[in-house]
């Protein structure tokens, strides 16, 4: 199970950091993403890590300005998002499996998803 916080409210420019948390002892050998559904939109791709953290991926729309990072001791992904947006506004989902892709599809376990809403 993932269970994902640090969702809130935030004026433009700001930062917050997200968390998942995964229950399980296999969490290490899982990749980990975080993907966003904006209202009326469909889920797209956010950031994603390999199992070790040694390789990250993010899309175009937040490079430079998030960072997704994890520790395994602790069974966490986090998400760092700074310089926000008022377009990052979303509910943002963390996902697990044997991937790093950017594609919904390819994960085989979703958190619950925390909402980011973005004001200027």
């Known amino acids: 199970q993932l269970q994902a916080s640090g969702g809130g409210s935030v004026q433009a420019g700001g930062s917050l950091r997200l968390s998942c948390a995964a229950s399980?002892?296999?969490?290490?050998?899982?990749?980990l993403a975080w993907f966003r559904q904006a209202p009326g939109k469909e889920r797209v791709f956010v950031a994603s890590?390999?199992?070790?953290?040694?390789?990250?991926y993010y899309a175009d729309s937040v490079e430079s300005r998030f960072t997704i990072s994890r520790d395994n001791a602790k069974n966490t992904v986090y998400l760092q998002m700074n310089s926000l947006k008022r377009e990052d506004t979303a509910v943002y989902y963390c996902?697990?499996?044997?991937?790093?892709?950017?594609?919904?599809?390819?994960?085989?376990?979703w958190g619950q998803g925390t909402l980011v809403t973005v004001s200027s």
């Open positions: 996902a697990a499996g044997y991937t790093s892709a950017t594609t919904p599809s390819m994960y085989k376990y």
């Open positions: 890590i390999n199992w070790s953290g040694g390789s990250t």
């Open positions: 399980g002892s296999t969490f290490s050998f899982y990749g």
